[in-house]
């Protein structure tokens, strides 16, 4: 009797000590994308803007008093992955979620969090239904939609380049189809320009010969792809084998130093729609400066974008003083939060007010906005 009670004693003992011994509540903030694959150098970004701002937030001391635990998951932008990713990420108690990358896993993902009443917030997705159909009400992001690239993207190719005979291509996808055919509304609804060829291809194919001698015969004066960096490098490298000398545009998911890279000199002159230009921006050249100190290299694709949304999701955390899913979006739409990609807040479907898109080229082997 004395053992148990000896026993006993020292489990209570132990259960009173927990909070100084390391066993203190933790908020638990996930990030989820792709983190290794082709799409590696779209959510590797995330992971890092992430461990940046909670580093300087747990160093001065978290969030109320709680540091910022980091849940990192791959999913590799594949949605059959991105649920279990979201499951996990669940069963380990996750607070809030910093992703995912791509409209598709993303898609896939939110139904649940949203049984689980978990704010996610996504630096890239930029499927319009994300936030339009009102499915997803724990879900925002950093970056406008597909719709706004796809019409900045159309008047481009119209009133600048004054095309008339428009080819559109894409990968099938959530993100590249939606693209597309918002493109294809927009052209149609012009009538500036006729729509001469609409078609989707296989991502992760070896061969685009196929859609490239389509498009050749279509006689489009430009080719608009909606897709990611793998299947436009080689395509418009296709193209160029090809003698197809004719403009390539594209969408932010081939806004990516890899689509220059992997296509070389066949990439020069491509356009492609992507988050405005905040390089003169203080807090983004401060962003920069921290992701070039802590990893010795310069940030990619969507990471003022991520580090952004962090600082949106933890600024409603302390504002709200809870996790709770009503009381962040509460506070995402009624404070107004200083970004590397300006300063920002959500309307209620979750869109962020202050953000938006501008056309860049390829000029002399780098993006450059126009």
Do not use: W
């Amino acid at each position: 009797m004395k053992k148990r009670m000896l026993v006993a004693a020292t489990v209570a003992m132990m259960a009173m000590a927990a909070p100084t011994m390391g066993f203190a509540e933790t908020i638990k903030f996930g990030v989820a994308g792709a983190h290794s694959g082709d799409l590696a150098s779209y959510g590797l970004p995330s992971v890092n803007a992430a461990k940046l701002v909670i580093e300087k937030v747990n160093a001065g001391g978290g969030i109320n008093g709680k540091m910022i635990e980091l849940l990192v998951e791959d999913d590799v932008c594949k949605p059959e992955v991105a649920t279990n990713t979201a499951t996990k990420l669940v069963s380990e108690g996750v607070n809030v979620v910093l992703g995912h990358i791509c409209s598709g896993a993303t898609k896939a993902a939110l139904p649940i969090y949203k049984n689980a009443g978990v704010l996610v917030m996504s630096p890239s997705a930029t499927n319009p239904a994300l936030t339009q159909s009102g499915e997803y009400p724990n879900f925002a992001r950093t970056i406008a939609p597909d719709d706004a690239q796809a019409e900045i993207d159309v008047k481009f190719a119209l009133d600048t380049l004054g095309y008339t005979k428009i080819a559109v291509v894409h990968d099938k996808g959530d993100y590249g189809k939606g693209f597309a055919e918002f493109a294809k509304k927009f052209l149609e609804e012009s009538g500036k320009a006729e729509v001469v060829l609409f078609e989707g291809v296989t991502p992760g194919a070896v061969d685009y010969s196929a859609i490239v001698q389509k498009i050749k015969r279509s006689g489009a004066e430009a080719v608009m792809f909606g897709g990611y960096h793998p299947e436009a490098s080689k395509i418009i490298s296709m193209m160029r084998k090809k003698r197809l000398k004719i403009d390539f545009i594209s969408d932010d998911g081939v806004k990516d130093n890899t689509f220059i890279k992997v296509a070389g000199k066949n990439a020069e002159g491509a356009y492609a729609s992507g988050p405005k230009d905040t390089t003169m921006n203080p807090l983004s050249i401060q962003a920069v400066k921290e992701h070039k100190e802590k990893f010795n290299s310069d940030p990619g694709a969507f990471f003022e974008n991520a580090y952004s949304a962090t600082l949106a999701m933890l600024n409603a955390i302390e504002k709200a003083g809870s996790t709770d899913l009503d009381a962040l979006k509460k506070a995402l739409q009624t404070e107004k939060v200083d970004t590397p990609v300006g300063q920002i807040y959500f309307d209620e479907r979750g869109d962020a007010i202050g953000v938006g898109f501008s056309v860049y080229q390829v000029k002399d082997g780098q993006f450059v906005e126009l």
